[in-house]
């Protein structure tokens, strides 16, 4: 048996887990566990300059590659620092574990130096937390973190670190788990084979069927079983904001994204559906729009790996607790058993009016030569990338244009903070993809709001050298805000006014990379072609658009899910 | 509609403070909470009184049960059980016709005097709560509650029906 201090523990038990990157900053309680990491080279920590950032890098790490990202922060300041990014997380079940450093276990409940209750305040936004008392505990805690962490319904899990049990003085035996289990914990990841049985018959028997696809299919990693039961079914395919790239974005039963600022036609394909298979959905708020008028003539299969997300809000009809890809094998068990060839037949109709409603071209908008509108940059980017890259988005009017204007051919290629929608995670988000792919292409799509809320991070760019290429559709305001502000709030645009922007191109240059301005529309595709042939360096494209674009297609308010506003003028 | 949920969970620290964290950041009703570990002390049981619609309920019983600590939930409400609630409650008896009364309902309540002191009795009850509730009414009709403290439901469900790990 080996003997080691609880410091070093730490670290082993990581290697141990498989962890190749821990993004983090350090401080009076974690410095022996610092120590450990500086005598060995397994284990590559990433030095950020603000924690929030350390884990939505973690977050993007984990988006893009579905490990577990990992986060070690020191306590106090460091740890609440991490809670944003722990939210973001939570909200939309990414795994990530943070190791929060903790004051000495004599000293917890003095309101000592740096003292916070790290569990308490992290509780409602964690899958589960622990507080390590021992450090003989140490190598267990850390493997039931990654374990629950990583299983069932993902999400973040915190591991609090009382500075005495890590101490680099003391040796214990270290022993890591061969595998761990908990009788407490057992998520199911089959769904019920009555239920499938049900599921196939109201499927096969529906003339106006839509799959609609979340996040949970690509944490699931069910795209490809997905992409075939759409095609035995000759069904539409819609895409939730966070399942987008489940699901080719060209495929042509694709009807684009749904909800708050969906499609015309997913929206209207919903509304009229008359069999809804949810996979790995939660009929979000930014979805359904009114519940009561939501989507009156489906039968509703939902199929998904939380019980606590069937029949939240919008209640299914037959619900399936179970892993999107396990279930969607099951699917397959009882549908190849049937004669389902005569779907393009008996579809026929469906598809004529989906393609009605295509018909009206809801993405159209009109291009002045004078102004560079903002959806022109996103398809410029998607050309410039081959429809390629890694997508990272912070959170506004630019977080849409990037959703519905890039076609994500592959799942884990779009991240964005669907649920929290925390602005400042596209950056960092960007990075931890960049080094769980050292050779793609990472791009960020960001507004010049949400792009200062964690632009520090420029530094780390540098110190590490992360090839991101930023695209800041300045619009030298707060778009999303002003955009609610000219609808509802008659044009008052109270404090959505962003008064004095930095020079962003100068300010990229005093952090060692490439700024690049943008002001005229005939620049846009040099300067997309120079930002993309600058292979080596960071980016940073600052883009000159419309203030007073907006959004569309937009549900309105209160309304059924296709009561949607197609234009500043026009509604269905 | 009044539930009585049943919970089996790992006697951990913070499993109590996540279950009671998860009702009031979703809203939910705590009427009352009973909590404390098993014959094994490695597991907690916990009785939950709660009310709201059935819709309310489910979830209520799918978050707990998401809880990474807790192993079982049920729902005691339907099914046939056994629920008791204990309160003691001290009244004031400052002349005989209020000590005489205190010991009278005392009786027909099957309650126990359980302190005696020169101005006041404790009395000990157990039995649902609203034997509780109707005790603590009759007693107040004819003297003064001074104080009183109740646990909280606790119950089982009848026969074989159990929550074991
Ligand atoms: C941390 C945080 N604070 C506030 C908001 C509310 N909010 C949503 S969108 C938005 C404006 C974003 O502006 P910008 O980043 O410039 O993007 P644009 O909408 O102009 O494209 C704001 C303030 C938020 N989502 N996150």
Redesign the pocket.
Known sequence: MKMMSGAAMVVQALKDVGVEHVFGYPGGAVLDIYDALFAQDDVKHVLVRHEQAAAHMADGYARSTGKTGTVLVTSGPGATNTL?GIATAYMDSIPMVVLSGQVPSQHIGEDAFQETDMVGCSRPVVKHSFLVKRAVDIPEAIAKAYYIAGSGRPGPVVVDLPKDIVNVQESHPYVFPESVAMRSYNPTRKGHPKQIKTAVKALVAAKRPVLYVGGGAIAANADALVTKLAERLNAPVTCTLMGLGAFPGTHPQFIGMLGMHGTLEANKTMHNSDCILALGARFDDRVTNNVDKFCPHANIIHVDIDPTSISKTVNAHIPVVGSVDTVVEQIFSVLDKQDVSDQKEKLEDWWKQIDQWRSRKCLNYEQPEDVIK?QRVIESLYRHTKGEAFVSS??????M?AALYYPYLKPRQWINSGGL????FGLPAAMGVQFAHPGATSVVV??????Q?NIQELSTCLQYNLPIKIIS???R???????WQDMIYKGRHSH?Y?ESMPDFVKLAEAYGHVGIQVNHLDELEDAMARCFAEKDRLVFMDINVDQNEHVYPMQIKYGAMDDMRLSKTERT | MKRILSVLMENAPGALSRIVGLFSQRGYNVDSLCVAPTDDPSLSRLTIVSHGDDKVIEQITKQVNKLVDVLKVTDLTDGSHVERELMLIKVATRNELARAEVKRNVDIFRARIVDVHSSNYTIEITGTSDKLDAFSQTIAQSTEIIESSRTGVCGLARGEKALRP
């Not at chain 1, 929608?421 to 400042?424: F, Y």
């Open positions: 944003t903002p912070d959170v506004g009017q630019h977080q244009f929608g925390t602005m400042g960001t507004g010049d709001g949400s792009i809320m559709l300045n619009n305001a707060l778009g999303m805000v002003r955009q959505s962003m």
